[in-house]
């Protein structure tokens, strides 16, 4: 995915050129007209729907606010196309701040209703309002004229169109590729990871649902113009079910999917509109039984759509490795040795009747590793997520750094310097083992979604990989940075967590069975890392069953079986325990 800055301009200039001069007759320049049009929207699906995880039902009712505007303000108020693009984009972010501020906190399934239902209410509205010309819509809206040019038809309209479709295509690639593209992308998998690396998801779910409104009503803008008469029909549900048809043929999942699946969806609907009526008798809109019928199929055999055949067969490009020079990160001021760094406190964690945490204290200072142990079940991982803020307590106070932490989001108190790994991987299997570890780097950047489209974030950008194979390399794992996070085997995938953790510049490390599938060689180096971090003042707080291993690394253990503390104390006198040795001897280890 990576090119760089040049090979980009240059690809998109030679594609206008390309186009300019394109011998095609004037049926096919109108044809790609629409297509440029569609593809505009659907490149806003490909960030919600296929990266993002969200299904949009909507998105004509944005194109219809952008062509609108437009179409009321330069007919009856007389203003210029080039200033009510922007008051259309005004309008449009402002509907999709509220509607994405309201059905995105809900859980994944009320957005597509919601959205239907909104696409419904904007249809009716538009058919309803007098001022609006109801369902006959407005008539004369005038061409797009730069100057005394008119490129609001034919073959001008065809560059204009097509050259911000290209730059729309090449907004959202660089977009992808980038600190907020690594957010965006987490997005689908849950909260619960993203969060950890201190992403705020409902911001960034409520983002690309905002840019993916944006990018339709910069389409209902061009539409209204070329179009020169707006009413409601191309901005109903049936046109924004089409509108995620295309995304789902093409490959919702890759921007040049997306294109594709609108130059699909428009040659096929021309033919369907021409012979369906002819094979049944009748005419009307049939088409959409099609779409629907080639949907499910699509959905059942290909679900990432026809993009990914094409894809397979494409040369993968290679990340360069360009960060050599780049400036290393800022780093966060360390405890002093010795200081408190974690103040756990009587925690207390209920589901229902079970207590899976049963007041359990202790703390930690810099430089040391705590071992947490016990049987399965014991609590330990529920103690994690106490600490870190993934479930709220029932009772009880966590202190890290003299400061009261309990209560805060998890992706606050990541913030203050905790990092942590999951017993159970989570990880984004499509991207690669470096951006997945630059993923924890997260909270050290700041380049936002557009600096990113504009690909203003490359020196930030390239500070925060040098971080994350700095990581890497570390953990032992530089050779496979470029490999997909999803072909790794199970111990390596927990070493990517380890590495993604350190990209937080932690000052307490939580590390839960961090050594489980790791073969003997990784495990000597992962006690070798542990050594090395705790020797330049890291926290550790490690849950781990590999008794040898916490033995041999660990400063103080504790030790919990059915969510209450059984003791703790050195590595020797836990050993020594014959509390801790009739808890273990019941258990099979
Ligand atoms: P450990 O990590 O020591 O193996 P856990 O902290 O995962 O133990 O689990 C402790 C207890 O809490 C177990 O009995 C487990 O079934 C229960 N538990 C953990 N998470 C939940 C949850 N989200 N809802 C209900 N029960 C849970
Ligand atoms: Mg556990």
Redesign the pocket.
């Known amino acids: 995915m990576t090119l760089t800055q040049n090979t980009q301009r240059a690809a998109l200039l030679a594609g206008v050129v390309v186009l300019a001069l394109l011998p095609l007759p004037d049926f096919w320049i109108t044809q790609l007209n629409y297509i440029a049009l569609y593809s505009l929207v659907v490149l806003g699906l490909v960030l919600l729907t296929g990266i993002g995880g969200l299904t949009s039902f909507g998105q004509a009712a944005f194109v219809g606010i952008g062509a609108y505007t437009s179409a009321y303000m330069t007919v009856n108020l007389g203003v210029s196309p080039w200033v009510t693009i922007f008051v259309g984009l005004a309008i449009t972010a402002v509907s999709a701040l509220l509607v994405g501020w309201i059905t995105l906190r809900m859980s994944g399934h009320y957005l597509p209703l919601a959205t239907i239902a909104w696409g419904l209410s904007l249809y009716y509205l538009m058919g309803n309002l007098d001022a609006l010309g109801k369902y006959d819509g407005i008539l004369g809206v005038p061409t797009l004229k730069l100057g005394d040019w008119d490129i609001g038809q034919g073959r001008p309209f065809f560059v204009f169109a097509w050259t911000l479709a290209l730059l729309g295509a090449f907004a959202v690639l660089n977009l992808l590729d980038s600190r907020t593209g690594r957010a965006i992308r987490a997005l689908r998998n849950g909260s619960m990871m993203a969060e950890a690396m201190g992403v705020n998801t409902l911001r960034y779910k409520i983002g690309i649902f905002l840019i993916a409104a944006l990018f339709a009503s910069i389409s209902g803008w061009l539409f209204a113009h070329f179009q020169r008469t707006v009413n409601p029909s191309p901005f109903g549900l049936k046109m924004g079910i089409e509108y995620l048809f295309m995304a789902v043929l093409g490959g919702a999942g890759y921007v040049w999917g997306a294109l594709s699946g609108a130059l699909i969806t428009k040659l096929l609907e021309d033919q369907l509109q021409v012979l369906l009526p002819r094979l049944i008798g009748t005419s009307g809109s049939y088409e959409i039984i099609v779409f629907g019928i080639v949907l499910v199929l699509v959905l059942k055999y290909l679900p990432d759509g026809l993009w990914s055949l094409v894809g397979r067969w494409l040369p993968k490009p290679r990340r360069v490795d360009d960060w050599a020079n780049a400036a290393p990160l800022a780093e966060r001021a360390k405890p002093a040795l010795a200081d408190t760094v974690l103040e756990v406190q009587a925690i207390r ?1 209920q ?2 009747g ?1 207590v ?2 049963n007041d359990i204290s202790f703390s930690i200072k810099a430089g040391q590793i705590v071992g947490l142990i ?12 106490l600490i870190t803020g993934v ?1 709220g307590l029932t009772s009880g106070t966590v202190t890290f750094r003299g400061e009261t932490v309990s209560g805060l989001p998890s992706r606050e108190i990541a913030r203050r310097g905790v990092s942590r790994t999951f ?1 159970h991987v989570k990880m984004i299997p499509e991207m690669t083992v470096l951006e997945n570890v630059a993923l924890g780097a997260q909270l050290r950047g700041h380049k936002g979604a557009l600096s990113s489209m504009l690909r203003l974030d490359r020196a930030e950008e390239q500070s925060l990989l040098k971080e994350a194979a700095r990581q890497l390399e570390r953990i032992g794992m530089g050779s496979q940075m470029h490999e997909l996070a999803g072909n790794l085997a199970m111990g390596p995938q927990r070493l990517l967590e380890i590495a993604r953790a350190l990209c937080g510049d932690p000052a307490l490390l939580l590390l ?1 069975e961090p050594a489980a599938g790791l073969r003997h060689k990784e495990k000597q180096g992962l006690i070798a890392v542990l050594r090395q971090l705790r020797s330049e003042g890291m926290s550790i707080l490690l ?1 781990e069953h590999d008794m040898d291993l916490v033995m041999d690394v660990t400063d103080h253990i504790v030790v ?1 079986e059915f ?1 209450t503390k059984l003791m703790d104390g050195t590595p020797e006198e836990v050993q020594q325990s014959p509390k801790v040795r009739a808890a273990y001897l019941g258990m099979e280890h």
């Open positions: 964690k589901f229902g079970l899976a945490v016990g049987p399965n079940g014991a609590g330990k991982s529920t103690t994690f997520n479930l017993q839960d849950v919990m969510g």
